[in-house]
T-cell receptor
Framework: QKEVEQNSGPLSVPEGAIASLNCTYS??????FFWYRQYSGKSPELIMS????GDKEDGRFTAQLNKASQYVSLLIRDSQPSDSATYLC??????????FGAGTRLFVKA | GAVVSQHPSWVICKSGTSVKIECRSL??????MFWYRQFPKQSLMLMAT?????????EQGVEKDKFLINHASLTLSTLTVTSAHPEDSSFYIC???????????FGPGTRLTVL
């Protein structure tokens, strides 16, 4: 069974701090990895994609991928209360399906 | 780019009736579309995967005769909940993927309430 594992949280960080969200995956053939943000009552929104080992930065977000350790993370710098949401990690292994983690709830305290 | 729309955004219906939800990719051709269901405070649950012009592939435990999926074109998929019951009340979300991307883009979701 291909799986994507995330700590459900909640992860609570003060405003302005760095929030670190982690994800592990079981399928070594996973090619592409994604982070989605889902606000309560809304659908998921894609915020980052990463395909190669290393870091990828986009504004306050940095995605990190380590295929040898089967680990992908998302760092949110200068966290804001508006970043409070559930963050979903996802892995695409080819074929038709993308496997989603259950999500980590993040609370940013003002 | 990569916008997916859903209609309606919410619907209330009586038990026993059928409800159709449309999902459209507005600025790309979606070779594969997905339908998810999400109950309050729970994870996304994949219901089915559909490819344009083919029959949908349903996840285990999802009744294909109850949740009818049609993916007739590269920009439109529909989900029909037949003979809806209160336990079908949920947040239904579609997503779409183009052949040139690996990303899935989600629609805004449809909140279904069955009385």
């Amino acid at each position: 069974q291909k799986e994507v594992e995330q700590n459900s949280g909640p992860l609570s960080v003060p405003e302005g701090a760095i929030a670190s969200l982690n994800c592990t995956y079981s399928d070594r053939v996973s090619q592409s990895f994604f982070w989605y943000r889902q606000y309560s009552g809304k659908s998921p929104e894609l915020i980052m994609s990463i395909y190669s080992n290393g870091d990828k930065e986009d504004g306050r977000f940095t995605a990190q991928l380590n295929k040898a350790s089967q680990y992908v993370s998302l760092l949110i710098r200068d966290s804001q209360p508006s970043d409070s949401a559930t963050y979903l990690c996802a892995a695409y292994t080819g074929g038709f399906k993308t496997i989603f983690g259950a999500g980590t709830r993040l609370f940013v305290k003002a | 780019g990569a916008v997916v729309s859903q209609h309606p955004s919410w619907v209330i219906c009586k038990s026993g009736t059928s409800v159709k939800i449309e999902c459209r990719s507005l600025d790309f051709q979606a070779t594969t579309m997905f339908w998810y269901r999400q109950f309050p405070k729970q994870s996304l649950m994949l219901m089915a995967t559909s490819n344009e012009g083919s029959k949908a592939t349903y996840e285990q435990g999802v009744e294909k005769d109850k949740f009818l999926i049609n993916h007739a074109s590269l920009t439109l998929s529909t989900l029909t909940v037949t003979s809806a019951h209160p336990e079908d009340s949920s947040f239904y979300i579609c997503s779409a993927r183009a052949s040139v991307y690996n990303e899935q883009f989600f629609g805004p979701g449809t909140r279904l309430t069955v009385l």
